[in-house]
């Protein structure tokens, strides 16, 4: 079975600009929850989403913002870009069977 | 008070060493434990998963929670230089519908042959 896919892998973009990331889930899992991974805070979640509707958020501001469509893939989007949003960005999906969670390989988000 | 905090290292051992990892944590409706492992540039990998408190085992690893100290840790026995990398604590409140995991930061590990 495949794993999380996420693209792109690795983006360079200044800050002001928007971005969008993708995330494609394991084939059967209907929840998808997205991560920011830096040096100094660690892995922070951001939201969580399951038959697309967002289930969950955590503290980000407003510029941070996802969606989910019908076939369980997720896209997270970040407008006005600011130094500070330099990171891994995680996807990780999840089966209605299982209480854990697998992470796709992220994609490193450079804001010059 | 981080709700989960977990000492950094870096941690350095040579082969063949027991490693001792651990995490504790201040929110006591924090049900499910796990273990992830992050490779340099990789995405975090899940090892262990333990509903409650307990021991868990697989093959080198034990995964251990005492629920009543808030204090879960995971051992390695037989290090090898493939373990070298982050291993990073996650715990959730509640699995099935609610999929937000809270980390640790990670220790890093290096085991030298």
């Known amino acids: 079975k495949a794993g999380v896919t996420q693209t792109p892998r690795y983006l360079i973009k200044t800050r002001g600009q928007q971005v969008t990331l993708s995330c494609s889930p394991i084939s059967g899992h209907r929840s998808v929850s997205w991560y920011q991974q830096t040096p100094g805070q660690g892995l922070q979640f951001l939201f969580e989403y399951f038959s697309e509707t967002q289930r969950n958020k955590g503290n980000f501001p407003g510029r941070f913002s996802g969606r989910q469509f019908s076939n369980s893939r997720s896209e997270m989007n970040v407008s006005t870009l600011e130094l500070g949003d330099s990171a891994l960005y995680l996807c990780a999906s999840s089966s209605r069977q299982a209480d854990t969670q697998y992470f796709g390989p992220g994609t490193r988000l450079t804001v010059l | ?113």
Do not use: H
């Open chain 2, 1 to 113: 008070q981080k709700e989960v905090e977990q000492d950094p290292g870096p941690l350095s051992v040579p082969e063949g060493a027991i490693v001792s990892l651990n995490c504790t944590y201040s929110n006591s409706a924090f049900q499910y434990f796990m273990w992830y492992r992050q490779y340099s540039r990789k995405g975090p990998e899940l090892l262990m998963y333990t509903y409650s408190s307990g021991n868990k085992e697989d093959g080198r690893f034990t995964a251990q929670v005492d629920k009543s100290s808030k204090y879960i840790s995971l051992f390695i026995r037989d290090s090898q230089p493939s373990d070298s990398a982050t291993y990073l604590c996650a715990m959730s409140a509640s699995g099935g519908s609610n999929y937000k995991l809270t980390f640790g930061k990670g220790t890093l590990l290096t085991v030298n042959p």
